[in-house]
């Protein structure tokens, strides 16, 4: 991290800093590199409570790509707060990564 510290004024508001928070910054490279290609993923909130997230690719097929969405929002909505009351998820769009996007109507909260 102090070798990255030059760069900060250009990576810094692009959001391309490394951050240990993020878990682009670890300790131990052998385990990080493990926990990378075993999959784990790791979703962020944007300004607009967006999130964005990259479930699956065109080689995994039909029924990985659903087990992957499903998996997010187990986990989406465990991480719910109780005092949170009424819908949680507003509305659900996906898309490729150019292309436009496609509203889902059916929402389980």
Do not use: C, W
Request: glycine share 8%; hydrophobic share 35%; no cysteine.
């Amino acid at each position: 991290m102090p070798k990255l510290g030059k760069y900060a004024r250009l990576l810094g508001p692009r959001g391309l800093m490394p951050n240990p928070k993020s878990g682009t910054v670890a300790a131990d490279v052998k385990k990080a590199t493990t926990e990378a290609k075993a999959g784990k993923v790791e979703y962020r909130v944007d300004k607009q409570s967006i999130v964005h997230l990259s479930v699956g690719k065109v080689s995994f097929g039909p029924q990985k790509i659903e087990e992957n969405i499903d998996a997010f929002f187990n986990s989406l909505l465990s991480q719910k707060p109780s005092s949170i009351k009424g819908t949680f998820i507003k509305s659900i769009n996906f898309s490729t990564t150019m292309g436009p996007s496609i509203l889902v109507e059916n929402i389980k909260n």
